[in-house]
Each structure stands twice: as C-alpha cells, then as structure tokens.
Nanobody, 119 residues
Framework: QVQLVESGGGLVQTGGSLRLSCAAS????????MAWYRQAPGKKRELVAISERNGGTGYHDSVKGRFTISRDGAKNTVYLQMNSLKPEDTAVYYC?????????????WGQGTQVTVSS
C-alpha cells in the first residue's frame, strides 16, 4: 500500500510564501507523474502543477511565475513552493502520484493540507 503524506500548509498573509511537501511511502513505488491539485469551497478540484520523472513540468495558468514544483526522485518526494500568495489560492491542496505520465482518480492521493491566504 502506497501512502502520500503532505505537510506545509497553513495560514499566510497575501504576498507571503509557503512550501508544501509530499512524501510517498509504503510498497515499492517509483512515481512517474507527481502533482499538486487544489479544491476551494464550492469549486471543482483543479490541477495546480505536475512534474514528470523526465523533468517535464506543467502549471495552471493562475500560478505560473508564482509556484514552482520540484521533486526528489530518490525520496519519492514532491514539493510545491508557493510565492506571492493571493486570497484566491486558498484551498485544500492534494498531492497525487502515478506510475504513468498523468493522474487519475484511481491513482495515489494524499489526505490534503489546508492553505489559507488572508487579505
């Protein structure tokens, strides 16, 4: 059984920074895609950033230039550095991982960590 454990969420003021971490543990698992999603109250879950094992990355338009996804392959850990945070970034952030190059609901998901940006 693979588990994804997130950390690093919290309350921050507008313009501040947070760094989320997500570590995969459990059964032998070498992730290909690792990603961060978020879901704000009353809104659909959306992909924030994704990292592929070959080094490719992708970002939601709203976070480009502010957020950076990185990973430590040896540790099966993915990070999300969030700078210049805005109130609209407030959401529960979920880590996800897959052996494929994309993420589906049936892949591995973390429990979520709350990020709140105050205005």
């Amino acid at each position: 059984q693979v588990q994804l454990v997130e950390s690093g969420g919290g309350l921050v003021q507008t313009g501040g920074s947070l760094r989320l971490s997500c570590a995969a543990s459990g059964s032998i698992f070498s992730a290909n895609a690792m990603a961060w999603y978020r879901q704000a109250p009353g809104k659909k879950r959306e992909l924030v950033a994704i990292s592929e094992r070959n080094g490719g990355t992708g970002y939601h338009d709203s976070v480009k230039g502010r957020f950076t996804i990185s990973r430590d392959g040896a540790k099966n850990t993915v990070y999300l550095q969030m700078n210049s945070l805005k109130p609209e970034d407030t959401a529960v952030y979920y880590c996800a991982a897959s052996i494929r190059t994309f993420i589906t609901d049936s892949d591995y998901w973390g429990q979520g960590t709350q990020v709140t940006v105050s205005s």
